[in-house]
């Protein structure tokens, strides 16, 4: 299983970038989809998932700004950031929940990560 993380780069404020992320391998349960960043400093924080339900969760700072999007058959996520933000600025790493064939449990795998940089 591995994660391909693309996209992402540098932009003003109020600007739109997009991060996206794929899954590669085969029999392959994909539960959860996301991104967690981390700011210089800072520990890492999720930023924007999306659940086995198909339901979203956002983190409070980018509730309204930010927007996950998931194609199962295609086994990818898309995180849309618009009116970015300098606190923005951080490493952004995309993962996913996945059960490989054959296993009981669902385990977390990472993408590499994508630096975003906002400039004021």
């Known amino acids: 299983v591995q994660l391909q993380a693309s996209g992402g780069g540098s932009g003003q404020a109020g600007q739109s970038l997009r991060l996206s992320c794929v899954v590669s391998?085969?029999?392959?349960?994909?539960?959860?989809m996301g991104w967690y960043r981390q700011a210089g400093g800072k520990q890492r924080e999720l930023v924007a998932a999306?659940?086995?339900?198909?339901?979203?969760l956002y983190a409070d700072s980018v509730e309204g700004r930010f927007s996950i999007s998931r194609d199962n058959a295609r086994k990818t996520a898309s995180l849309q950031m618009n009116d970015l933000k300098p606190e923005d600025t951080a490493v952004y790493y995309c993962?996913?929940?996945?059960?490989?064939?054959?296993?009981?449990?669902?385990?977390?795998?990472w993408g590499q990560g994508t630096q975003v940089t906002v400039s004021s």
């Open positions: 993962y996913a929940r996945i059960k490989v064939a054959g296993s009981r449990d669902y385990d977390a795998y």
């Open positions: 391998g085969s029999s392959l349960n994909i539960n959860e």
């Open positions: 999306t659940l086995g339900d198909d339901s979203t």
